[in-house]
Protein backbone atom coordinates (compact mmCIF):
# COMPACT_ATOMS: atom_id res chain seq x y z
CA UNK A 1 0.00 0.00 0.00
CA UNK A 2 1.38 3.11 -0.79
CA UNK A 3 1.80 5.46 2.10
CA UNK A 4 -0.31 8.68 2.85
CA UNK A 5 1.11 11.73 2.46
CA UNK A 6 -0.96 14.15 4.50
CA UNK A 7 1.39 13.55 7.72
CA UNK A 8 2.27 17.24 9.18
CA UNK A 9 5.97 18.11 9.12
CA UNK A 10 5.84 18.55 12.72
CA UNK A 11 4.96 14.75 13.42
CA UNK A 12 7.85 13.76 10.87
CA UNK A 13 10.13 16.06 13.23
CA UNK A 14 8.98 14.18 16.02
CA UNK A 15 9.55 10.89 14.51
CA UNK A 16 13.17 11.85 13.07
CA UNK A 17 14.69 12.73 16.24
CA UNK A 18 13.21 9.51 18.10
CA UNK A 19 14.28 7.60 15.38
CA UNK A 20 17.48 9.62 14.47
CA UNK A 21 18.12 9.03 18.31
CA UNK A 22 18.19 5.46 17.85
CA UNK A 23 14.99 4.69 18.85
CA UNK A 24 11.64 2.85 16.92
CA UNK A 25 9.09 5.51 16.58
CA UNK A 26 5.48 5.13 15.12
CA UNK A 27 2.31 7.31 14.80
CA UNK A 28 -0.55 4.24 15.82
CA UNK A 29 -4.51 4.70 16.97
CA UNK A 30 -6.79 7.38 15.58
CA UNK A 31 -4.89 9.49 13.27
CA UNK A 32 -3.46 5.99 11.38
CA UNK A 33 -7.29 4.97 10.99
CA UNK A 34 -7.86 8.38 9.50
CA UNK A 35 -5.19 8.84 7.36
CA UNK A 36 -5.84 5.63 5.61
CA UNK A 37 -9.32 6.74 5.16
CA UNK A 38 -8.62 9.99 3.81
CA UNK A 39 -9.56 12.12 7.01
CA UNK A 40 -7.68 14.72 8.28
CA UNK A 41 -6.25 13.39 11.95
CA UNK A 42 -7.24 14.96 14.33
CA UNK A 43 -4.12 14.72 17.09
CA UNK A 44 -1.48 11.57 16.82
CA UNK A 45 -0.15 9.23 19.24
CA UNK A 46 2.93 8.44 18.99
CA UNK A 47 4.20 4.84 20.18
CA UNK A 48 8.31 4.33 20.99
CA UNK A 49 10.73 1.90 21.85
CA UNK A 50 12.07 5.01 23.75
CA UNK A 51 11.62 5.20 27.79
CA UNK A 52 10.04 7.85 29.29
CA UNK A 53 13.28 8.70 30.25
CA UNK A 54 14.73 8.63 26.93
CA UNK A 55 12.30 10.41 25.73
CA UNK A 56 12.84 13.64 28.10
CA UNK A 57 16.56 13.08 26.68
CA UNK A 58 15.69 13.73 23.25
CA UNK A 59 13.80 16.64 23.50
CA UNK A 60 14.57 18.49 26.50
CA UNK A 61 12.64 20.96 28.09
CA UNK A 62 9.92 19.96 25.17
CA UNK A 63 8.93 17.05 26.72
CA UNK A 64 6.80 16.69 29.95
CA UNK A 65 6.78 13.35 31.62
CA UNK A 66 3.14 12.82 32.89
CA UNK A 67 1.19 9.99 35.00
CA UNK A 68 2.57 8.14 38.17
CA UNK A 69 1.73 4.30 36.95
CA UNK A 70 1.27 4.73 33.64
CA UNK A 71 4.13 7.59 32.49
CA UNK A 72 3.97 8.63 29.52
CA UNK A 73 5.84 11.91 27.86
CA UNK A 74 4.11 15.19 26.36
CA UNK A 75 5.55 16.32 23.74
CA UNK A 76 5.50 19.96 22.45
CA UNK A 77 5.64 21.52 18.99
CA UNK A 78 4.82 25.14 19.24
CA UNK A 79 1.02 24.79 21.13
CA UNK A 80 0.47 21.57 19.83
CA UNK A 81 0.99 18.37 22.59
CA UNK A 82 1.82 15.05 21.09
CA UNK A 83 1.70 12.02 23.37
CA UNK A 84 4.60 9.80 23.09
CA UNK A 85 3.76 6.42 24.63
CA UNK A 86 6.70 3.48 25.71
CA UNK A 87 5.47 0.05 23.97
CA UNK A 88 4.10 -2.02 26.85
CA UNK A 89 3.31 -5.67 27.19
CA UNK A 90 0.45 -7.22 29.13
CA UNK A 91 1.28 -8.02 32.62
CA UNK A 92 1.36 -11.56 33.17
CA UNK A 93 -1.40 -13.73 35.26
CA UNK A 94 0.89 -13.13 38.45
CA UNK A 95 1.77 -9.91 37.68
CA UNK A 96 -2.35 -9.29 37.50
CA UNK A 97 -3.20 -10.97 40.17
CA UNK A 98 -0.77 -8.54 42.79
CA UNK A 99 -2.94 -5.61 41.49
CA UNK A 100 -5.69 -4.17 42.32
CA UNK A 101 -8.18 -3.91 39.10
CA UNK A 102 -11.07 -1.72 41.23
CA UNK A 103 -9.36 1.45 42.30
CA UNK A 104 -10.31 3.34 38.64
CA UNK A 105 -6.45 2.73 37.51
CA UNK A 106 -6.59 2.39 33.98
CA UNK A 107 -6.18 -1.55 33.45
CA UNK A 108 -4.92 -1.16 30.14
CA UNK A 109 -2.01 1.07 30.95
CA UNK A 110 -1.36 -1.06 33.97
CA UNK A 111 1.97 -2.62 32.44
CA UNK A 112 5.53 -2.68 31.89
CA UNK A 113 7.60 -1.58 29.22
CA UNK A 114 7.86 -4.24 26.22
CA UNK A 115 8.29 -4.53 22.30
CA UNK A 116 6.22 -3.42 19.27
CA UNK A 117 4.63 -6.64 18.80
CA UNK A 118 3.44 -6.97 22.26
CA UNK A 119 2.20 -3.24 22.42
CA UNK A 120 0.49 -4.23 19.76
CA UNK A 121 -1.51 -6.78 21.23
CA UNK A 122 -2.06 -5.25 24.28
CA UNK A 123 -4.12 -2.67 22.07
CA UNK A 124 -8.50 -2.85 21.90
CA UNK A 125 -9.44 -3.67 18.24
CA UNK A 126 -7.55 -4.48 15.09
CA UNK A 127 -7.96 -0.62 13.41
CA UNK A 128 -6.13 0.91 16.32
CA UNK A 129 -3.50 -1.15 16.40
CA UNK A 130 -1.58 -0.09 13.08
CA UNK A 131 1.69 1.42 13.51
CA UNK A 132 2.84 3.79 10.74
CA UNK A 133 6.16 5.17 10.35
CA UNK A 134 6.20 7.98 7.52
CA UNK A 135 9.82 7.91 7.02
CA UNK A 136 10.68 4.74 6.01
CA UNK A 137 9.67 1.40 4.46
CA UNK A 138 7.82 -0.81 5.54
CA UNK A 139 5.58 2.08 6.37
CA UNK A 140 3.22 0.03 7.89
CA UNK A 141 3.53 -2.40 10.76
CA UNK A 142 0.06 -4.84 11.05
CA UNK A 143 0.50 -7.48 13.37
CA UNK A 144 -3.27 -7.82 14.46
CA UNK A 145 -4.61 -7.48 10.64
CA UNK A 146 -6.00 -3.98 11.42
CA UNK A 147 -5.51 -2.81 7.43
CA UNK A 148 -7.94 -5.07 6.13
CA UNK A 149 -10.57 -4.61 8.97
CA UNK A 150 -10.32 -0.93 8.65
CA UNK A 151 -10.92 -1.91 4.97
CA UNK A 152 -13.69 -3.98 5.67
CA UNK A 153 -15.03 -1.89 7.79
CA UNK A 154 -14.93 -4.26 11.12
CA UNK A 155 -14.75 -3.56 14.49
CA UNK A 156 -12.83 -6.84 15.97
CA UNK A 157 -10.89 -7.05 18.85
CA UNK A 158 -7.36 -7.97 19.45
CA UNK A 159 -7.83 -11.61 21.01
CA UNK A 160 -11.12 -13.25 22.53
CA UNK A 161 -13.53 -10.32 22.50
CA UNK A 162 -15.81 -11.24 25.99
CA UNK A 163 -12.19 -11.47 28.26
CA UNK A 164 -10.84 -8.33 26.60
CA UNK A 165 -14.16 -6.34 26.83
CA UNK A 166 -14.82 -7.80 30.57
CA UNK A 167 -10.80 -6.86 31.81
CA UNK A 168 -12.13 -3.07 30.93
CA UNK A 169 -15.64 -1.89 30.16
CA UNK A 170 -14.39 0.84 28.49
CA UNK A 171 -13.94 -0.90 25.40
CA UNK A 172 -17.71 -0.96 24.97
CA UNK A 173 -17.85 2.20 24.49
CA UNK A 174 -14.50 2.27 22.48
CA UNK A 175 -15.56 -0.06 19.95
CA UNK A 176 -19.27 1.73 19.11
CA UNK A 177 -17.48 5.07 18.79
CA UNK A 178 -15.66 3.30 15.91
CA UNK A 179 -18.94 2.35 14.87
CA UNK A 180 -20.39 5.43 15.25
CA UNK A 181 -17.48 7.67 13.76
CA UNK A 182 -17.00 5.70 11.05
CA UNK A 183 -19.72 3.62 9.73
CA UNK A 184 -18.12 0.38 10.91
CA UNK A 185 -20.01 -2.92 11.93
CA UNK A 186 -19.06 -5.09 14.70
CA UNK A 187 -17.61 -8.67 13.97
CA UNK A 188 -19.88 -11.10 14.84
CA UNK A 189 -17.65 -12.10 17.55
CA UNK A 190 -17.84 -8.83 19.22
CA UNK A 191 -21.53 -8.18 18.90
CA UNK A 192 -22.73 -10.19 21.53
CA UNK A 193 -20.00 -9.60 24.41
CA UNK A 194 -20.86 -6.06 23.59
CA UNK A 195 -24.28 -6.23 24.34
CA UNK A 196 -22.94 -8.66 27.57
CA UNK A 197 -20.68 -6.32 29.03
CA UNK A 198 -22.88 -2.88 28.51
CA UNK A 199 -24.11 -2.96 32.17
CA UNK A 200 -20.08 -3.27 33.32
CA UNK A 201 -19.57 0.16 32.16
CA UNK A 202 -21.00 1.75 35.31
CA UNK A 203 -18.48 0.10 37.47
CA UNK A 204 -15.60 1.97 35.44
CA UNK A 205 -13.94 5.05 36.31
CA UNK A 206 -16.37 7.96 35.79
CA UNK A 207 -13.30 9.87 35.38
CA UNK A 208 -12.06 7.77 32.49
CA UNK A 209 -15.64 7.60 31.07
CA UNK A 210 -15.54 11.45 31.12
CA UNK A 211 -12.23 11.69 29.01
CA UNK A 212 -13.89 9.83 26.62
CA UNK A 213 -16.83 11.83 26.46
CA UNK A 214 -14.81 14.81 26.18
CA UNK A 215 -13.56 12.65 23.21
CA UNK A 216 -16.70 12.22 21.63
CA UNK A 217 -17.78 16.10 22.22
CA UNK A 218 -14.66 17.08 20.16
CA UNK A 219 -15.86 15.02 17.14
CA UNK A 220 -18.84 15.83 14.85
CA UNK A 221 -20.02 12.33 15.55
CA UNK A 222 -21.76 12.82 19.18
CA UNK A 223 -25.39 12.36 17.60
CA UNK A 224 -24.36 8.76 15.91
CA UNK A 225 -22.11 7.77 18.90
CA UNK A 226 -25.35 8.60 21.80
CA UNK A 227 -27.39 6.61 19.46
CA UNK A 228 -25.62 3.19 19.05
CA UNK A 229 -24.95 3.58 22.84
CA UNK A 230 -28.11 3.40 23.31
CA UNK A 231 -28.81 0.96 20.81
CA UNK A 232 -26.43 -1.69 22.34
CA UNK A 233 -28.05 -0.72 25.83
CA UNK A 234 -25.21 1.15 26.93
CA UNK A 235 -26.35 4.86 27.14
CA UNK A 236 -27.97 3.71 30.32
CA UNK A 237 -24.84 3.24 32.10
CA UNK A 238 -22.83 5.77 30.70
CA UNK A 239 -24.80 8.87 30.40
CA UNK A 240 -28.13 7.22 32.30
CA UNK A 241 -30.13 11.07 32.37
CA UNK A 242 -29.82 11.12 28.43
CA UNK A 243 -30.86 7.81 28.36
CA UNK A 244 -34.09 8.38 30.45
CA UNK A 245 -35.43 11.02 28.26
CA UNK A 246 -34.38 9.75 24.79
CA UNK A 247 -37.71 8.56 23.70
CA UNK A 248 -39.69 11.65 24.56
CA UNK A 249 -40.35 15.11 23.06
CA UNK A 250 -36.58 16.25 24.94
CA UNK A 251 -34.97 13.29 23.21
CA UNK A 252 -36.20 13.99 20.17
CA UNK A 253 -35.12 17.73 20.48
CA UNK A 254 -31.76 16.64 21.55
CA UNK A 255 -30.79 13.63 19.30
CA UNK A 256 -31.81 17.24 16.43
CA UNK A 257 -29.91 19.90 18.25
CA UNK A 258 -26.57 17.47 18.20
CA UNK A 259 -27.45 16.95 14.56
CA UNK A 260 -27.42 19.82 13.63
CA UNK A 261 -24.23 20.91 16.05
CA UNK A 262 -22.67 17.96 14.20
CA UNK A 263 -23.12 18.81 10.85
CA UNK A 264 -21.61 22.11 11.32
CA UNK A 265 -18.88 21.20 13.01
CA UNK A 266 -18.14 18.48 10.75
CA UNK A 267 -18.59 21.53 7.89
CA UNK A 268 -16.12 24.10 9.70
CA UNK A 269 -18.92 26.62 10.69
CA UNK A 270 -18.60 25.94 14.19
CA UNK A 271 -15.97 26.56 16.75
CA UNK A 272 -15.46 23.49 19.24
CA UNK A 273 -15.50 24.61 22.70
CA UNK A 274 -16.26 21.77 26.21
CA UNK A 275 -18.56 24.07 27.32
CA UNK A 276 -20.64 24.67 24.80
CA UNK A 277 -20.66 20.62 23.66
CA UNK A 278 -22.11 20.29 27.20
CA UNK A 279 -24.45 23.01 27.23
CA UNK A 280 -25.75 21.74 24.11
CA UNK A 281 -26.48 18.54 24.91
CA UNK A 282 -28.08 19.63 28.06
CA UNK A 283 -30.31 22.00 26.30
CA UNK A 284 -33.06 19.57 25.77
CA UNK A 285 -33.33 18.51 29.53
CA UNK A 286 -32.76 21.97 31.19
CA UNK A 287 -35.90 22.98 28.19
CA UNK A 288 -37.77 20.07 29.92
CA UNK A 289 -36.66 21.14 33.53
CA UNK A 290 -38.28 24.93 32.98
CA UNK A 291 -41.34 23.42 31.81
CA UNK A 292 -41.36 22.46 28.57
CA UNK A 293 -43.66 24.62 25.73
CA UNK A 294 -45.70 26.71 25.80
CA UNK A 295 -42.67 28.97 27.34
CA UNK A 296 -40.07 26.71 28.38
CA UNK A 297 -36.26 28.49 28.54
CA UNK A 298 -37.47 31.43 26.85
CA UNK A 299 -39.56 33.34 29.06
CA UNK A 300 -38.34 34.67 32.35
CA UNK A 301 -37.95 33.23 35.13
CA UNK A 302 -37.13 33.51 38.98
CA UNK A 303 -35.45 30.39 39.60
CA UNK A 304 -33.68 30.25 36.44
CA UNK A 305 -30.23 30.24 37.21
CA UNK A 306 -30.51 27.20 40.06
CA UNK A 307 -32.34 24.93 37.55
CA UNK A 308 -30.21 25.34 34.97
CA UNK A 309 -27.19 24.52 36.61
CA UNK A 310 -29.16 21.11 38.13
CA UNK A 311 -30.09 20.23 34.77
CA UNK A 312 -26.52 20.42 33.38
CA UNK A 313 -25.12 18.86 36.40
CA UNK A 314 -28.10 16.00 36.66
CA UNK A 315 -27.59 15.79 33.06
CA UNK A 316 -23.47 13.89 33.43
CA UNK A 317 -24.07 12.94 36.35
CA UNK A 318 -22.44 10.25 37.90
CA UNK A 319 -19.20 11.80 35.64
CA UNK A 320 -16.87 14.12 37.36
CA UNK A 321 -18.12 17.32 35.15
CA UNK A 322 -15.45 20.48 36.73
CA UNK A 323 -17.96 22.91 38.19
CA UNK A 324 -16.40 25.30 36.20
CA UNK A 325 -17.39 23.95 33.13
CA UNK A 326 -21.00 23.27 34.72
CA UNK A 327 -21.03 26.78 35.32
CA UNK A 328 -19.79 27.65 31.95
CA UNK A 329 -22.32 25.69 30.34
CA UNK A 330 -25.37 27.13 32.55
CA UNK A 331 -24.22 30.41 31.46
CA UNK A 332 -24.40 29.61 27.93
CA UNK A 333 -27.67 28.11 28.37
CA UNK A 334 -28.98 31.42 30.53
CA UNK A 335 -27.85 33.65 27.74
CA UNK A 336 -30.58 32.33 25.27
CA UNK A 337 -33.62 34.40 26.21
CA UNK A 338 -31.65 37.39 25.85
CA UNK A 339 -31.36 37.25 22.26
CA UNK A 340 -34.75 37.38 22.51
CA UNK A 341 -34.81 40.77 23.95
CA UNK A 342 -33.98 43.39 22.69
CA UNK A 343 -33.25 45.48 25.50
CA UNK A 344 -30.99 42.72 26.97
CA UNK A 345 -28.38 43.03 23.45
CA UNK A 346 -25.56 45.10 25.27
CA UNK A 347 -25.23 43.01 28.18
CA UNK A 348 -25.36 40.00 25.72
CA UNK A 349 -22.67 41.43 23.47
CA UNK A 350 -20.00 41.47 26.30
CA UNK A 351 -20.95 38.73 27.82
CA UNK A 352 -17.87 36.20 28.09
CA UNK A 353 -20.05 32.95 27.04
CA UNK A 354 -21.66 35.44 23.74
CA UNK A 355 -20.05 33.48 21.05
CA UNK A 356 -20.92 30.13 22.43
CA UNK A 357 -24.41 31.42 23.20
CA UNK A 358 -25.16 32.43 19.55
CA UNK A 359 -23.63 29.08 18.16
CA UNK A 360 -26.54 27.16 20.10
CA UNK A 361 -28.87 29.79 20.04
P1 LIG B 1 -9.58 8.96 19.10
O1 LIG B 1 -9.77 9.32 17.69
O2 LIG B 1 -10.84 9.06 19.92
O3 LIG B 1 -8.40 9.63 19.76
P2 LIG B 1 -7.98 6.60 19.41
O4 LIG B 1 -8.16 5.21 18.91
O5 LIG B 1 -6.75 7.33 18.98
O6 LIG B 1 -9.29 7.40 19.02
P3 LIG B 1 -7.12 7.10 22.10
O7 LIG B 1 -7.94 7.12 23.35
O8 LIG B 1 -6.43 8.33 21.66
O9 LIG B 1 -8.08 6.53 20.97
O10 LIG B 1 -6.05 5.93 22.31
C1 LIG B 1 -4.98 5.72 21.42
C2 LIG B 1 -4.76 4.24 21.22
O11 LIG B 1 -4.49 3.62 22.48
C3 LIG B 1 -5.95 3.48 20.66
O12 LIG B 1 -6.04 3.54 19.27
C4 LIG B 1 -5.69 2.07 21.17
O13 LIG B 1 -4.72 1.43 20.38
C5 LIG B 1 -5.09 2.34 22.54
N1 LIG B 1 -6.13 2.33 23.60
C6 LIG B 1 -6.76 3.40 24.15
N2 LIG B 1 -7.61 3.02 25.10
C7 LIG B 1 -7.52 1.68 25.18
C8 LIG B 1 -8.15 0.69 26.00
N3 LIG B 1 -9.06 1.02 26.91
N4 LIG B 1 -7.79 -0.61 25.81
C9 LIG B 1 -6.85 -0.95 24.89
N5 LIG B 1 -6.24 -0.07 24.08
C10 LIG B 1 -6.56 1.22 24.22
MG1 LIG C 1 -6.19 9.31 19.76
Redesign the pocket.
Known sequence: MAAPLSVTPAVKGVLARLQDAGHQAYI????VRDLLLDRVP??Y?IATSATPEEVRHVFGRAARLIGRRFRLAHVYCGRTCYEVSTFRREPSPEERKTRATDDGVMI?QDNQFGTLEQDAR???FTV??IYYNPLREPHFRDDCGGIPDLRAGLVRAIGDPGLRLAE?P??VL?AL?LVAEYGFRLDSSLATPVREQAPALSRSSPARLYEELL?IARKPYCAETFAACRQYGLLQHFLPAMDRLWDGSAGELLRRLLAERDRRLGGGEYSHSRALALATAAFAPAWLAMGAPPGGLWEHNEGIEKTLRESVRKSYSPLPVPRVLTARARDILLLLPRFRQPAAKRRLLRHPEYRYARELY
Request: charged fraction near 60%; avoid cysteine.
Open positions: VGGAKDDWRRDNADVRRKK
